[in-house]
Every structure is written in structure tokens, then in C-alpha cells.
């Protein structure tokens, strides 16, 4: 599989990189017909740290579904999320994303892709908020459009394999975000001997401007 890489942005501050990201995300590729919620995935080497998936969700969320504000509600109607755990009694598997459609008492309902699923209210620690995911969590899935974050603060996961499973992810569009040093770490930091034209296509780009 080839995709293209429409482009690589660079910015050394994380909150720079933030900013650019949700921007990305919630104003320039809406604005070339992608949907936010349906075809962008937004991609993390980690949970934690600056650029990690729980600071991204709750940015995202806030400027995709604002409505969702108040960040004591774990879950709302509208908010993107993931399965994180194999759950064959409902035909769900972890990675799986989804849309929540409604929030009851007892259990909330959550559309992925063409299934409705009725979520009992004992299992949501088995669903999070997927404005961003793990690199780790978007194995074997594809998808529309990509953003990967990658900056220092993700330390010893700036490697070659992570790289190249965030940007075959993309069916069209990726995008990553973040310093040059951490992007072209990833390009020379071989992990488990896989040969692609990824490294020749990436040190193209970064060798630009």
C-alpha cells in the first residue's frame, strides 16, 4: 500500500503543536470534505506527556463537540470513542471505533459503523473517547485521513516500526506534526529489520525547505 504524504509540519513547542493539530483536524480538513468524526483518526505513540492521547482528546473534544464541555461527563451523546477490550457477546473488538448516540441509565447506545450496540452501564471503563487513539490502538485498521503527533516528549517511541504504522494507517491523507528532530529520529531508528520505501519518501520530505 502507498500513500501519499501531503505533509509534514513542524513545531518545536508543543502547545504550537497542539494548536496546529486541532486546527488541522477541526478547520482545514473539514474544509477539504473530511469528516472529523467518520474519516480522521488522530494518532499518539503514547497516553501520557504533552502530546499524548489523553491531552489531545480532551482538546479535540472540546473544539469538535463542545456541547461536551463539561469534562466531568465521561460520556455524552455525539462523542467519538473506542473499545479497548474484545467483547465477542456484542460483536465488538478492541480498536473498534464508534459514535455514541445516546446515554441512559443503564446502558449507553453506540453505533460502530453499521451495528448499534447497547452498552451496559457497568462495562464503559471498556469505552474511552477516540478523538485520539495510540498508534498502538489503530493496528490493523484503516482509515480515510491521519494525523500523527510525534514530538521529543514521546521519548524511545520515536522509532521506524511506529512511523510506519501510523502512515499505513492512511487510505489517502496523512499528516504528522511535530519537531523535525523527533520525525527524522523516527526515520533512522530501526527496530525489527522491516524494509519499505518509507525511510527513502520521509527523508525526501524532510530534507525540504
Known sequence: MFVALHALIYADDPEAARRT???IVAKRLPAKGFDPFHDVVVLAPTRRGPLGTHELNALLRHALHPQAADQKLRL?????????????????YNGDLGRVEAVGRDASTIRFDDRVVDWPREDLDQIEHAYAVTVHKSQGSEYPAVVLALHRSHGIMRRRTLLYTAVTRAKGFFCGVGDRASLAKAVATPDDGR???????????????
Open 195 to 209: 524494509r519499505t520505501q518509507l525511510v527513502r519518501l520521509l527523508q525526501d520530505r524532510l530534507g525540504e525547505g
Open 76 to 92: 455524552v451523546e455525539g462523542d467519538k470513542v473506542i473499545c479497548v477490550k474484545n467483547r465477542h457477546d456484542l460483536e465488538v
Open 21 to 23: 493539530l486541532v486546527e
